[in-house]
C-alpha cells in the first residue's frame, strides 16, 4: 500500500506530464495536423480534429509561395551555429575562470551577469539598434550575431561554471606538479573531462540563439536575402487571406534542426544534466 506522501507525489507527475503534452506536445501535432489539410477545409465548423483529405501539398507549395524559404532557413541555421560557437569561445575561459580562480569582484560580477539573464531583448531594442548603427552594422547577418552573443554569454557562463566545479581539483594539480599551464591543463585535462557540460551549454545557447532571431531580425535587419525563418513567415501572410496550411508546413520544417540535434546528442544531455547529482 502506498502512503498519502507518495500517493501525491503521483500525482503531481502525472499533472506535470499532463501540463507538458497538452501545452507543449499538442500544439505540435496540431501544426501538423494542419499542415497536412487544404486550406479551404482548416476552419470547418465543427472542428474536425482527423480528416480523410490530408495530404502532403503544403509542403510543395510552400517553396512556391515563399521562393527564399530555403535561404531563410540556412540563415537561421548559420546565425544560430554562428552565435553559439563565438558564445562558446567567450564562455569556456570566462567559466573556468569562475570556477577555479580568485580574483577582485568575482562574486559581483556574477551576480551582474545573473541580472543580465532577467531582462529580455525587448527592452534593450532601442539602444541596441543605436549601437548597431553607430557600428555599421546593421541590415547584415551581425546585426542579429552580435546581439544574441551578448544575451547567451551570462546564461552560458552559469552554465558551464557549475559543470566545471564538479570536475576534481587533484586532477589539475596533478598537471601542474608536471610542469603545465594554466591554459595547457584547460585544453588538455579540464575540457576533455568537460566534454557533457559542454555539449548540453552549446545546445542550450543554440536553441537561444534560434529562438530570439525573430525580435532582433524585425528590429536590424531590413534586407529580405539576410532574414531568418522566423521572420520569413512573414511572407506567407497575404493582404487578402494567410496560407496557414504552408505556414505550419514551413515552422515545422523549421524546427526540424533543433530535433535533429536533439536527438543526437541525447546521451550526452542526459550526462551533462546529471552529472554531480550523485555525491561520492
Known amino acids: 500500500m502506498m502512503d498519502r506522501y507518495t500517493k501525491l507525489q503521483l500525482v ?34 465543427p472542428y474536425q480534429f482527423w480528416s480523410d483529405d490530408f495530404s502532403f501539398q503544403a509542403y510543395k507549395d510552400m ?7 530555403g535561404r531563410y532557413i540556412f540563415n537561421s541555421i548559420f546565425i544560430a551555429c554562428s552565435v553559439t560557437g563565438i558564445t562558446m569561445i567567450f564562455v569556456v575561459p570566462a567559466a573556468y575562470a569562475y570556477a577555479r580562480l580568485e580574483f577582485p569582484f568575482k562574486n559581483m560580477s556574477l551576480a551582474i551577469f545573473l541580472g543580465v539573464n532577467m531582462f529580455t531583448g525587448a527592452v534593450l531594442l532601442i539602444p541596441l539598434y543605436r549601437v548597431l548603427r553607430t557600428m555599421g552594422l546593421l541590415n547584415t547577418y551581425w546585426a542579429m550575431i552580435v546581439p544574441g552573443v551578448a544575451f547567451l554569454i551570462p546564461t552560458g557562463i552559469w552554465l558551464l561554471r557549475s559543470y566545471l566545479e564538479k570536475i576534481p581539483r587533484e586532477l589539475e594539480e596533478a598537471a601542474f606538479v608536471d610542469g603545465a599551464s594554466r591554459m595547457y591543463t584547460l585544453r588538455r585535462v579540464v575540457l576533455p573531462l568537460a566534454v557533457p557540460g559542454l555539449i548540453v551549454v552549446s545546445v542550450a545557447v543554440f536553441i537561444g540563439a534560434y529562438a530570439q532571431q525573430f525580435l532582433f531580425a524585425i528590429t536590424f535587419n531590413q534586407t529580405r536575402e539576410l532574414q531568418p525563418l522566423p521572420a520569413g513567415l512573414y511572407e506567407f501572410i497575404g493582404y487578402q487571406s494567410v496560407t496557414w496550411n504552408e505556414m505550419m508546413a514551413a515552422a515545422l520544417i523549421g524546427v526540424l534542426p533543433v530535433m535533429v540535434i536533439f536527438l543526437f546528442l541525447q546521451k550526452y544531455l542526459v550526462a551533462g544534466l546529471t552529472a554531480g547529482a550523485v555525491k561520492e
Open 12 to 45: 503531481g507527475i502525472y499533472a506535470a506530464v499532463a501540463v507538458f503534452l497538452i501545452f507543449m506536445l499538442l500544439p505540435f501535432f496540431e501544426m501538423f495536423m494542419a499542415s497536412l489539410r487544404p486550406l479551404e477545409h482548416l476552419f470547418r465548423s
Open 63 to 69: 517553396w512556391v509561395t515563399v521562393p527564399l524559404l
